[in-house]
């Protein structure tokens, strides 16, 4: 249960007459989420989200709230901030920065097919399209500079084969000019439990305080080495495919694109099993959430190198 | 059947590349609409309204999609404007300006009670609240100078009582300085045609297409003139006192406004006597629809003078 800072009824009620969303019915605490306290919040008008934020510096905020408006507004489905009577997205509640979203419909899929995959490409596609026009600036916090910063941090704790790896791996990124692929705002995180399906419909993508600005390429490999993954940590070939060919035809790849597209699968492979073992090895204090192991990320990491000459792509 | 301009699959399948809302996958044309041409779009997003701008003047659409935006944004259920690409709310279709628009759930109730009433007064001051914090300018179209301009212009199709009711009224309401009253964005048409009800729930409030700013009891005031109705245009005092004690507990009425009341119920029924007098007499050129009976609010605006003493309001 990540609920960090407990609000009553009492407090949410008030807070809530700042907006235009009825008046409140009933509130739930959600185990989910790791950086922020989460709350079920539903009123007489709707269903909401209401997070507080713990840990995301105050400054990245308006980043995060304005960037899923903007995506709402072309008709993607995420969760909408929605604004008080001071026409605000981020307020406060209980001394913390707070927002109130739209709730989306949906369940997370633990075992996506092919029809899965095809429609998280296409909505990925969809959001790297409508992000073009986002004009709010936030580098990917957990990109390269992080990579470089966290790698001698985590160093000590790693047999020498796995040091061997991570130091081989950032020399290989390093070598690649990747900020020259097309750009913009990114999710960074869309793994199976930020996606929500509603039937067979993609109900909604949530979560996006990962997000910064890094190659749309970044976007995809990370999405792919989640979704696309067998059960060893190898892709699976169907549904990788369905998911590039989904993104393909909303936002073709290009050739600079295609050409780093192995360097890409090992980089999103890369970040996550740095920050796994960063998460494992320095838990911040007060965490309270059981760090997932890095091991998975590890392993990843080595296939997508095994893979480079056999990787699933789309002309 | 009101659609002015055909478009066909084709030509909106084109369009809809340059939004983020999937492929087309159904176009229906729609019965309803006076001013504009509207489609249901299906596509394999979501569901959507496109609306074709046959009369309104152009400069003036910004406001009207904007201001849908801003409610949304405040969480108001009403049509939300899709970006696209270019981050425009406002697009060209076939020579037509054109917008796309979330497609609300819910179907119109044309015997609403007490229940309803209230759902309606409760959104209605909901949606005043959230309109303090939007930008956008547009004298109410339909006011005061509207109603000196049209008066001369119906006046000739008039028998004498209806010239000399006309006439009075005028007079009447030029004697009160309505503009000291709390003012702000209104919807000004929120008939019983253009809210929606999923259910229980009230689904979306549509069509703003006449909204402009004026003042805020003026709303309220045309809502009661139509969802409080008994059969023979009189005030239905539970459906009255329902609307008015929702919209009350939401945004409190202060004395100015309590004062004006029964001069502004006058205001909402000779504003749509004379609409209806001008669309009857005086149709434009390639009006499709059947104009409706001005004689319904000459009835509502007797009714009002005649009530004067005993209309329905809250503390």
């Keep these: 249960m990540s ?52 840990r995301l510096p105050r400054e990245d905020l308006p980043f995060y709230l304005n960037l899923m408006a903007h995506l709402a507004r072309h008709g993607i489905p995420c969760p909408s901030p929605i604004a008080d009577h001071r026409n605000q997205l981020l307020g406060e509640l209980h001394g913390k920065p707070a927002a109130l979203v739209t709730r989306l419909p949906g369940v997370v899929v633990a075992e996506p097919d092919a029809t899965h995959c095809a429609a998280v490409g296409s909505v990925l596609a969809d959001m790297h399209l409508a992000g073009q026009s986002y004009g709010g600036r936030l580098e990917n916090p957990r990109g390269p500079k992080w990579w ?21 791996e950032l020399r290989f990124q390093s070598l690649y000019r ?19 399906f509603d039937g067979g419909n993609l109900g909604g993508v949530i979560d996006f305080y990962f997000a910064g600005v890094d190659t749309l390429l970044f976007d995809v490999a990370v999405t792919v080495n989640d979704w696309c993954l067998r059960a060893d940590g190898s892709l699976d070939p169907e549904r990788s495919t369905a998911l590039l060919r989904a993104y393909h035809a909303t936002r073709p790849f290009n050739a600079l694109e295609r050409g780093a ?23 911040r204090p007060g965490e309270l959430v059981h760090a997932h192991d890095p091991e998975h990320f590890h392993r990843v990491l080595r296939l997508r190198i095994a893979e480079s000459d056999r990787l699933p792509w789309v002309a």
Tied chains: 1, 2.
């Excluded at 470089?148 to 081989?168: H, I, N």
């Excluded at 990747?178 to 990114?186: A, C, K, S």
């Design 3 to 54: 609920v960090y800072t407990a609000v009553n009824e009492t407090e949410v009620a008030a807070w809530l007459k700042s907006f235009s969303v009825g008046t409140l019915v009933e509130l739930k605490g959600i185990a989910a989420g790791i950086e922020n306290t989460n709350y079920f919040v539903t009123t007489t008008h709707g269903r909401y989200v209401l997070t507080l934020f713990e």
């Design 261 to 283: 597209w192995p360097v890409m699968l090992r980089a999103g492979a890369l970040r996550f099993w740095l920050s796994r073992l960063y998460d494992f090895y320095l838990p």
């Design 178 to 196: 990747l900020q020259d692929l097309p750009r913009g705002p990114v999710h960074a995180d869309l793994f199976r439990d930020n996606v929500l």
């Design 148 to 168: 470089r910063e966290t790698a001698p941090r985590v160093m000590p704790f790693l047999d020498a084969p796995r040091q061997a790896l991570l130091r081989e």
